[in-house]
């Protein structure tokens, strides 16, 4: 079965840096877009950023020039690399499966989530 298991969340001060990992399993990881989400408290998750299978990336605006989302397919392993942190990205962020090769925003699978915090 799908299993995506993240790592990689913490406690980090404005400005600062993290990098989340997902480990994934259970399918053929190359073939499907992968993506970051993020949920503060009860809000709806929102997609933060998107590879495609090809390496196509798509960010949220509030991401865009701080986040980068990488994927090695040798490793079956997705990353978000977050600069620049602020108080406002303090989420629960969760690894994604999409329900297709290409990106459209439709989750297929979820992750457990790991928890970012960002002291100002």
């Known amino acids: 079965q799908v299993q995506l298991v993240e790592s990689g969340g913490g406690s980090v001060q404005a400005g600062g840096s993290l990098t989340l990992s997902c480990a994934a399993s259970g399918y053929t990881y190359s073939t499907y877009c992968m993506a970051w989400f993020r949920q503060v408290a009860e809000k709806p998750r929102d997609m933060v950023a998107s590879?495609?299978?090809?390496?196509?990336?798509r960010y949220a605006d509030s991401v865009k020039g701080r986040f980068t989302i990488s994927r090695d397919n040798n490793k079956n392993t997705l990353y978000l690399l977050m600069t620049s942190l602020k108080p406002e990205d303090t989420a629960m962020y969760y690894c994604v499966r999409e329900r297709y090769t290409y990106c459209t925003g439709t989750p297929g699978y979820w992750g457990q989530g790991t928890r970012v915090i960002v002291s100002s």
């Open positions: 590879i495609d299978n090809d390496g196509s990336t």
